[in-house]
């Protein structure tokens, strides 16, 4: 048992370790790809990775905001973004207890960089 402890201690641990650093999370510093990261995994399951919207999440509702139309992004300001994300709108629920203020601030630029007049 001792001779395979050390074995996957030598080989296998460093292999994960590996593993974890090269899945593509973002680097220090890396706001874009933090900003994506968070979005992805938490609005784009509604809104879509593509900012685009997607459809409703029952029969009758509405579907979710498209974050690429242009008009949407001029009638909007940050601070508005902000809220909407932390009071939620309409139905969305509210995200205020999930995300801190940077992630807030990440959050909203990465909502900004859908706007296709940029």
Do not use: W
């Amino acid at each position: 048992m001792r001779v395979f402890v050390r074995i996957f201690a030598a080989v296998a641990l460093p292999c994960l370790a590996l593993h974890l650093a090269c899945r593509g999370t973002p680097g220090a510093g890396d706001t874009r790809a933090e900003g994506k990261e968070l979005f992805d995994s938490g609005c784009g399951k509604c809104h879509g990775s593509d900012g685009r919207g997607g459809v409703p999440a029952a029969e009758g509702l509405a579907a979710p905001r498209n974050f690429v139309d242009a008009s949407f992004q001029a009638s909007r300001t940050d601070a508005q973004l902000r809220e909407a994300v932390t009071s939620g709108k309409g139905q969305m629920p509210p995200f205020g207890r999930v995300y801190d203020e940077r992630q807030l601030g990440l959050l909203v630029a990465h909502i900004r960089s859908f706007n296709p007049k940029k």
